[in-house]
């Protein structure tokens, strides 16, 4: 286990922003005092199974009435929620909301041009999806079968995944910007029998080649015997190869509109999703069925306070969890209607979201800070032309929001009258686990303020594993008992899965996480305890606080910060900095980089001073938009040469594993930065 971690951080000081009183013709807010999320707080924590098992029965429609709400522990690896009932995830989200209200809009699917947009109905939703339904079956495709999907963001990739939920197959969706390796690998590990693909993809203006990037990936997976191909733009040369491949207009035209639901128990699975290789090799996370939906359900409702004729605008991927969770399980399963997001924030300018938002009347928007800190830094006349009225709240998710980026979010979107909610979770634990609350929950921007409902935060010294008690505590962020969406295992693989989460500190999941507890029990999530940590002549500090420190800086647009080893030192600060577009002064201004040195040593100390400042046009970014702080740091210690950047061999050996990595070109331009730069 690692020690590198930040023992002894200051009391974190900042300004505080209440909940904003509902405006007038805007509903009351689910939870709308302090005073009630603390009461509910307490009982989820006192008492999960009366408090669970009433939330499962308000929210969630079963086939048969669960037995034992709660069972087994982390200590034993065999967490299970809602035992013996039967339910299924399709019919939650789809049917029971098609049957009461089948024109009510269920997605609107708004494409890659700004001019298209289709709102699609319940009752098309449930029609479209038992199609499908009926098609995967003729295919041999059955209960506890895995299924592969790769799919642009189209409504199809969410009648797929639903599909296979009402039948009760497992779906490992692939995120479509993943390579042929990558989606080789995915598919090769998962056994899945069944490709869901499209002929082509659309993204920001560009065609993506889906079908030749699955046929190469396919030809060294045999077992994959059926590959459905949706139509996304019916060009004539995409290659198709039957019988393994058939066309989904072709096949769900023979198939009746309606498939019954596959009755599932609670505890069987749902869905596998890897992560996104921040820190290494991803994980295929296995999620089961009522804990995760049950989970999905309530934080969407809660958190982004969804009512009745609500619109809620999730710009994720559905190859991601939040895609999962927050575009299709939780709107749905409420009953809302979910935005389906095909093209990119700068697509076809940097107004792209606030036209969506003004077309669509969208009342909760969720991103991540990458797309917050790009059209921060592409400047407000963006925003100008759009209503932004309907918005109640916005939400963040993926990494810390440093505090510039929120209070933007805060006064340009959201005009100071929106809830901002910084969400932190992962894949693993399915649904947000520390969250503020719209109308409860006084905010601190750069703080994902306390737990949600069930989840019982510890703070861990990261050596004795002992729980850091009290306030004004930093260490690493564990979780006590099990909640219901928490993820089971990791797909054949439990020993990876006691492993990662549950073997490092007996009897609590380990988040890999470091926090910080401040004064008022508030949560500052500080990033990777093994990477985001530098140790500074025994100064511990966390990257993200220098990451914003320097992004104050008017110039600075983003920042990654890494530790590099320093034969004084032990470890030394290095700054990666892209510069805004309109401010951009010249990267080698030394003034530029005195300027930015000072920003670091006024706002955290001269021990933070930066050994060196590197003013680069990108940074390496995950696919989901995450900063990959392990590629920075070896880029940084020099391991990496410019000869090397010429072979991908040599490339793979000494950075690992690159294939979550969203633009490879970029590893390049670095090293070639870093060496010219000296
Ligand atoms: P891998 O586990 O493969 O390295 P990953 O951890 O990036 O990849 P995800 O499950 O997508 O994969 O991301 C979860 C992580 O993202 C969290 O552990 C945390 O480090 C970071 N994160 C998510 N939301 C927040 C947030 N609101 N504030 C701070 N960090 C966040
Ligand atoms: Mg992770």
Redesign the pocket.
Known sequence: MTTDLLTNAPEVEAPVFPPRPPRQGRPTPHISSMDEYKKMYEQSIADPATFFGKMAQDLLTWFKPFGKVTFGSFKEGNVSWFLDGQVNACYNCVDRHALANPDKIAIIWEADEPNQHVSISYGTVLAEVSRLANVLKKYGVRKGDTVAIYMPMVPEAVYAMLACARIGAVHSVVFAGFSADALRDRMLDAKCKILITADQGKRGGKTIQLKKIADEALAECPSVHTVIVFQRTGDAAVPFHPPRDVWWHDETMNQRPYCPCEPMNSEDPLFML??????????G?LHTTAGYLLGVTATTKYIFDLHEDDVHGCMADVG???GHSYIVYGPLANGVTTILFESIPTYPNAGRYWELVDKHKVTSFYTA?TAIRALRRLGDEHLQPYNLDTLRVLG??????NPEAWMWYYKVVGRERCAIV????????GSII??PLPGATPSKPGS?TLPFFGVDVAVLDPQTGKELVGTGVTGVLAVRSSFPSIARSIYDNHERYMDTYLKPYIGYYF???GVTRDKDGYYW????VEL?VINVSGHRMST?EIESALVQHAACAEAAVVGIPDELTGQAIVCFCTLKTHTAPQATDQTLLAALTSQVRSHIGPFATPKRIVVTPDLPK?R?G?IMRRILRKVAAGDVGEEDVLNEDVLRLKLGDLT?LADPGVVAALVKRVATSQ
Do not use: C, H, L, N
Request: charged share 20%; glycine share 12%.
């Open positions: 890897y992560t996104s290789g921040s820190t290494g090799k991803p994980k996370v991601w969890i939040t800070p963040s998710v993926g990494e810390p929001i910084d969400t932190y979770w992962q894949t693993e634990t520390i969250t994902a988040t890999g996480d999530i500080r990033g990777r985001d993200a995950t989901s995450k979550t």
